[in-house]
């Protein structure tokens, strides 16, 4: 056997099998760990595992190799079989020396064709190099490298293991947001609850989470992990076993002033998008998915309307604006009123003002009537307030002293004459 001064060397590949080199390249970071050494007598085996870029664990989709080697007395030991095996794959590779010294290779149930390539074998070589390209959640386990040898009066001896363990790092998914109760694209009534869901793999298993945002009026607002509308389970889907799938529910009782309501679900992962990096707007990372605008509807209510008119003090010939305002969505129709008179009517307004000019005392004096009415999902509401209009004959005296003025009173003054029906009116 060659290499004997060596506790395990590269074996020379057979055309066709992939040769690796741990010392002349440089994108190859070897990490070495989980390797288990035996000794009995002079026999020795090493199991080193390696990636290639990337440091442990192995990133999902790279390639992982398996270097088994073995040292010995060649005068008084010899090596008679070696198997490679995991514990997900079972026997995956193997070979053995018959009394002939000739070499028989096999593969296992457990071996990939399409994804796996073994160093060649032969009575010459003191190692062999399995290599795993495409690693998936499938590979992740503990794989055996098990060597059986003779002494050289081919007493059999226990054979010698090895063992190295495979772990995966998998990048997380974009997550899907969804309503499962309350129809966003009607919107919703006011104190109805509606549960938002997320959906989304977080990649490796115990490194992955979401969050919860809301934004109201476009201002960002977080949702604690531990608040009680929240409910979150995980799962390993089965085709990646090695992630975790995390589905969580945000229940929320809405209000008013959730109008304009957008709510978002960011995921983060301790490998590779951690939390602390997480942006403030769900458009700034493709780790994350929001809701449509959420319109919420409530009828008009008499405890919102309010009416008021300026100026306070109201006389004869002067003018007055009397002001309406009601809150409810979608948004009400405003009518002024003054008797059975309609006086003004405008839609889908947030408030409504009625300009009274030239005012008398008989004319204008009286009740005002501001209705507004709207119908949140079919469900017509209508409520009223009256504002007492009281116009004074005289206007209050000057507050400054009177001066005296030397200037003659005009020859033509003029005068304007109000007739009868009240003053004018007009509204905006």
Request: with cysteine; aromatic share 6%.
């Amino acid at each position: 056997m060659h290499c004997r001064q060596a506790p395990m060397c590269t074996p020379t590949p057979a055309q066709g099998d992939q040769k690796v080199s741990r010392s002349n390249n440089p994108d190859l970071l070897s990490v070495m760990f989980a390797i288990a050494v035996r000794i009995t007598h002079a026999f020795e085996s090493t199991l080193i595992l390696t990636y290639n870029n990337t440091a442990y664990p192995a990133v999902q989709g790279s390639t992982a190799y398996f270097d088994c080697g073995w040292s010995f007395n060649s005068d008084l030991e010899y090596p008679t079989s070696l198997t490679f095996s995991s514990s997900n794959r079972g026997q995956i590779y193997s070979y053995s020396i018959g009394n002939a010294f000739q070499t028989e290779t096999s593969q296992g149930d457990g071996f990939d064709p399409d994804r796996m390539v073994t160093s060649g074998v032969s009575t010459s070589v003191s190692n062999v190099l399995l290599t795993l390209s495409g690693l998936e959640c499938a590979d992740e386990g503990v794989y055996k490298c098990v060597v059986s040898y003779n002494l050289e009066d081919n007493t059999v001896q226990t054979p010698v293991e090895s063992e190295a363990t495979l772990t995966l790092k998998v990048q997380p998914s974009a997550p899907a947001i969804s309503a499962i109760s309350g129809d966003l694209n009607q919107g919703v009534l006011e104190n109805e609850e509606v549960t938002f869901r997320c959906t989304a793999n977080v990649g490796s298993r115990n490194k992955g989470r979401v969050h919860w945002r809301i934004y109201r009026k476009d201002v960002p607002q977080d949702i604690l992990s531990t608040d009680s509308r929240l409910s979150t389970s995980k799962d390993q889907p089965a085709q990646q076993p090695c992630t975790d799938l995390i589905t969580s529910n945000l229940t929320l009782k809405m209000t008013r002033n959730d109008q304009n309501l957008v709510a978002a679900c960011f995921v983060s992962n301790d490998d590779f998008a951690p939390a602390s990096s997480l942006p403030q707007a769900c458009e700034d990372t493709i780790l994350c998915d929001q809701t449509q605008t959420v319109y919420v509807y409530y009828p008009v209510s008499e405890s919102t309307l309010t009416v008021t008119h300026d100026p306070q003090d109201i006389y004869h010939g002067g003018s007055v604006t009397l002001t309406c305002r009601a809150e409810g969505y979608p948004e009400p129709s405003i009518v002024w009123m003054k008797g059975n008179e309609t006086l003004h009517e405008e839609k889908s307004v947030k408030s409504s003002k009625l300009v009274l000019t030239n005012l008398t005392v008989d004319g204008d004096s009286g009740e005002y009537v501001c209705v507004a009415t709207n119908d949140p999902q079919g469900a017509i509401a209508s409520v009223n307030k009256t504002i007492n209009i009281s116009v004074s004959s005289t206007p209050p005296p000057p507050t400054d002293p009177p001066t005296t003025s030397t200037t003659s009173a005009p020859v033509n003054s003029k005068t304007k004459k109000v007739t009868g029906g009240g003053g004018s009116k007009s509204c905006f």
